[in-house]
T-cell receptor, first 112, second 111 residues
Framework: EDQVTQSPEALRLQEGESSSLNCSYT??????LFWYRQDPGKGPEFLFT???AGEEKEKERLKATLTKKESFLHITAPKPEDSATYLC?????????????FGKGTKLSVKP | ETGVTQSPTHLIKTRGQQVTLRCSSQ?????VSWYQQALGQGPQFIFQ???????GRGNFPPRFSGLQFPNYSSELNVNALELDDSALYLC??????????FGQGTRLTVV
């Protein structure tokens, strides 16, 4: 069964304190891995897509990496405005193209 | 370029009633998917529409149904509402199987 597990469930950082969020996945065939940011009561905001092991993508203070079993979202020198829930999702070959399988997310709080 | 818009933003319904949620896809997108997100959980796939046909379905009962219109807008219909249907309902549009962009969601409360 295709599955996504994110850790930790919650993470509290001081402003400027770098850290990483983990997304472990089990999928029959990976079409793509996606990272989203979600603010309370809002829809997920697209951040990155990764397609193959070894791929990396960056956007401002965020950097996403991918291996054959997991992905990391590295946050460098975070600011309070980076506080949000970060969701990881996988899309598998053989399934519906729209079927993203999400983890439960990591709730990040950055204190000034 | 307009983003994905959903209406209404909030809705309160009584158990047993029916509800229709609406979604306008992002300009240029031809595929729409619907997700249910319970509090503290990740979104769960309900179904996807492409060329006005259902093109994949998650583990949801038939009382969850949908439509896609020629302009790629979409509706999600839920019949015989249950208390457990209370959730944030998300619409996402994409071009083929590329990145999905989400709307702001509709918060449904069933009482």
């Amino acid at each position: 069964e295709d599955q996504v597990t994110q850790s930790p469930e919650a993470l509290r950082l001081q402003e400027g304190e770098s850290s990483s969020l983990n997304c472990s996945y089990t999928v029959s065939g990976l079409r793509g891995l996606f990272w989203y940011r979600q603010d309370p009561g809002k829809g997920p905001e697209f951040l990155f897509t990764l397609y193959s092991a070894g791929e990396e993508k960056e956007k401002e203070r965020l950097k996403a990496t991918l291996t054959k079993k997991e992905s990391f979202l590295h946050i460098t020198a975070p600011k309070p405005e980076d506080s949000a829930t970060y969701l990881c999702a996988v899309q598998a070959y053989g399934g519906s193209q729209g079927n993203l399988i999400f983890g439960k997310g990591t709730k990040l709080s950055v204190k000034p | 370029e307009t983003g994905v818009t959903q209406s209404p933003t909030h809705l309160i319904k009584t158990r047993g009633q029916q509800v229709t949620l609406r979604c306008s896809s992002q300009s240029g997108h031809n595929t729409v998917s619907w997700y249910q997100q319970a509090l503290g959980q990740g979104p769960q796939f309900i179904f996807q529409y492409y060329r006005e046909e259902e093109n994949g379905r998650g583990n949801f009962p038939p009382r969850f149904s949908g439509l896609q219109f020629p302009n790629y807008s979409s509706e999600l219909n839920v019949n015989a509402l249950e208390l457990d249907d209370s959730a944030l309902y998300l619409c996402a549009s994409s071009l083929w199987s590329t990145e999905a962009f989400f709307g702001q969601g509709t918060r449904l409360t069933v009482v």
